[in-house]
């Protein structure tokens, strides 16, 4: 059949472009990610071959093969897994389905742009962050011929392209089962760390350093004698038949003893399981022995997916039983609040063709999930307190989807919130956990306060911090959506109430103090009353009360809402998910110690009928709704009754 050709969709031509005049200096990753997806596509297989029996393939001796050639100068990553189908081909290969491959260029691009010596430093975490897989073959290769045939389908496709712009497909009817990708090298040059990818040598280091873990044989075909040939060496020209060494020693990472295993290995491992390639930030170990018995190693990752707050996003750890991959993406083995968690967990008891929904019942599963969650939220109090900048990046990333589960994990709520931690006005540079928070507490203190708000600014120059600071009183600084959520699902922690200090009266102080102010708030309650009771009138449609302030030191005016009632920004919040949420009324409270709110009793003792008073009305109670971020109903009127008081004053 003739070949046909294709485009690559604009995306993949942009970083095919980039992986040609390869911006990564590390070029023998490239071998790690063919292997990687061989390996995958072994475990594919196997899955597939476990759940349908009718499927007719030959799983008994599945395996990575690598053949290089040294005077074709071609390299061949071969595989008998899962294959693709021409469809497939054109669809994984030809496009990148990624979310954020246009922002991540565009970054790229950026990046290479300036003159900052760190630039190529700066591209390769980038592209460490996003991964590009099969791609960075054309890092070492001018030309990539792929050759496949999907498990069950009778024909094969062939792909080639030299990464410029198109590629060729064809169908071949006589492919075997697997894919085989062939390399057509650059010329070696040392200098800019190309090296000879056909050494055996070379070959063996890499699989050693980056895929020795991978459970499937990893076979290296060189002529008769070359296996074992030093670098360099010419032998095996006369071209004898090709001898498979097997060169890594598939021993599963969590099966072996912690003093045996480095660093790397594990993180090795991380990232052929997330397709991340950068280090993870953590590695946690779960040995659990006893009547039901499963080895986990877990991994914290530096970055969040870009999938992280999207439906769909691969989600959940790899499930083996006894050594043998069953499930790829296990999410029932995680709660929803740590998706981000990735790794292995190895059970030596379940059946090999568990089904998911048998899953989701399975006692020993959620043993697991129990116990992994458990495990993982101990590892992050420990980290805050031993490796607090490692904490402190973690936290800044994935916080907000941790703080998910005080949503609806009830059991770990208190392991979730020791694994918490909080900004606050105590030290805008710390961040501080409940228990810090406590302790710190002032003496008459009763409850933990704390304010919601957009951004760290407008929470701190908010007019309910005022009294708060006045007298000392620590607040924690919440700024997450989701913070508007588990605030009202936590009703308190070590027996001391969480209070919103834009909810309900403020009562500062020692007892003394409350004693003495409630006295003086009598008193100017007497005084005010009159105004008090006009105001109320005046912005009846608008607030429920208007009170006197015991929070305000500065400012004249601010609203807050009643004890119970939802605060603006969870009611955005709802409604922006689509929740009918009714406007409830709010409480306007007046600083009787400011001159406005002074002056403004006297004009209206004086000249209560003055009309010239209903618009001062409507200009305080705009104000205080600007001071807390909000917005007057009815914008252009507010501002056209400052103006004219403005005017008046020039
Ligand atoms: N050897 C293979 N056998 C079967 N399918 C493969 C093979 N290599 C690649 N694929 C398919 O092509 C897809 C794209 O591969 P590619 O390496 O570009 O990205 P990836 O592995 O999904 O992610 P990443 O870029 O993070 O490595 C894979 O997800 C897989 O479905």
Redesign the pocket.
């Given at each position: 059949m003739t070949a046909e050709t294709f485009e690559f969709q604009v995306e993949a031509r942009q970083l095919l472009q980039m992986m040609v005049h390869s911006i990564y200096s590390n070029k023998d990753v490239f071998l790690r990610?063919?292997v990687?997806?061989?390996s995958?596509?072994l475990d594919?297989l196997r899955i597939e071959a476990l759940r349908d029996d009718a499927l007719d393939v030959d799983v008994s001796d599945l395996h990575i093969e690598i053949e290089p050639d040294k005077d074709a100068r071609t390299l061949t990553i071969r595989?008998n897994?899962?294959?693709?189908s021409r469809d497939?081909v054109v669809g994984?290969?030809g496009t990148i389905a990624?979310s954020g491959t246009a922002e991540f260029l565009r970054k790229l691009k950026e990046v290479q742009k300036t003159d900052n010596p760190d630039r190529a430093a700066a591209a390769e975490g980038l592209i460490g962050q996003f991964?590009?897989?099969?791609?960075s073959a054309f890092m070492v290769a001018d030309e990539v011929t792929l050759l496949?045939r999907r498990a069950g389908e009778d024909a094969g496709t062939r792909w080639t392209s030299t990464g410029e712009g198109t590629y060729t497909v064809e169908t071949v009817a006589d492919a075997p089962q697997?894919?085989s990708?062939t390399l057509r090298l650059k010329p070696v040059d040392n200098d800019d760390r190309l090296f000879d990818y056909t050494s055996p040598w070379k070959i063996k280091e890499i699989v050693k350093r980056y895929s020795d873990f991978i459970t499937w044989p990893i076979r290296l075909v060189t002529a008769a004698g070359e296996g074992s040939a030093e670098e360099g060496s010419e032998d095996g020209e006369d071209g004898g038949k090709p001898e498979p060494e097997t060169i890594n020693s598939r021993q599963a990472l969590w099966a072996r003893p912690r003093n045996e295993v480095s660093d790397e290995e594990y993180h090795e491992l991380y990232k052929h399981i997330s397709?991340d390639w950068a280090d993870p930030l953590e590695t946690v170990r779960i040995h659990a022995e006893g009547t039901f018995e499963y080895q986990a190693l877990l991994f914290l990752p530096a970055r969040p997916p870009r999938d992280l707050f999207t439906q769909g996003g691969s989600r959940g750890l790899q499930l083996y039983v006894k050594r043998v991959l069953i499930m790829e993406d296990c999410e029932e083995l995680v709660p929803p609040y740590l998706r981000f968690v990735k790794g292995v967990v190895d059970a030596q008891d379940l059946s090999l063709n568990i089904s998911r929904e048998i899953l989701q019942q399975d006692r020993h599963i959620q043993m697991m999930r129990r116990r992994l969650a458990k495990k993982v939220l101990s590892t992050l109090k420990e980290m805050r307190a031993k490796r607090p900048e490692k904490y402190a990046e973690f936290w800044r990333e994935f916080g907000p989807v941790v703080k998910e589960g005080l949503l609806n994990d009830f059991e770990n709520r208190d392991a979730i919130l020791a694994a918490c931690s909080f900004a606050t006005t105590h030290d805008p540079e710390k961040t501080a956990t409940l228990q810090e928070y406590v302790e710190r507490m002032k003496e008459g203190q009763e409850h933990i306060y704390y304010l919601t708000g957009p951004s760290r600014a407008a929470v701190e120059n908010s007019p309910h911090m005022e009294g708060y600071r006045d007298k000392g009183l620590e607040v924690l600084v919440l700024t997450d959506p989701v913070d508007e959520l588990w605030v009202d699902a936590v009703p308190d922690f070590q027996g001391k109430r969480l209070r919103s200090i834009a909810k309900g009266e403020a009562e500062l102080g020692t007892e003394e103090e409350k004693e003495q102010a409630k006295a003086e708030r009598e008193q100017q309650r007497q005084e005010y009353g009159d105004l008090l009771e006009w105001l109320g009138g005046r912005l009846g449609d608008e607030v429920k009360e208007v009170r006197l302030s015991s929070r305000l030191t500065t400012s004249p005016a601010c609203v807050v809402s009643d004890t119970d009632d939802v605060t603006p920004g969870l009611r955005n919040m709802l409604r922006a998910m689509g929740q009918e949420m009714p406007e409830s009324k709010r409480i306007l409270e007046l600083n009787p110690d400011h001159p406005l709110i002074t002056g403004l009793r006297k004009a209206h003792a004086g000249r209560a009928s003055d009309p010239e008073l209903s618009g001062m009305a409507e200009i305080v109670y705009g104000m205080a709704l600007l001071a807390e971020g909000g917005r007057p109903d009815d914008p252009s009127r507010f501002t056209k009754l400052l103006a004219e008081r403005l005017e008046r004053t020039l």
């Open positions: 990610e063919l990687s997806n061989a995958d596509a594919k595989d897994g899962i294959g693709m497939e994984l290969i990624k991964g590009v897989g099969f791609y496949t697997g894919t990708v397709h």
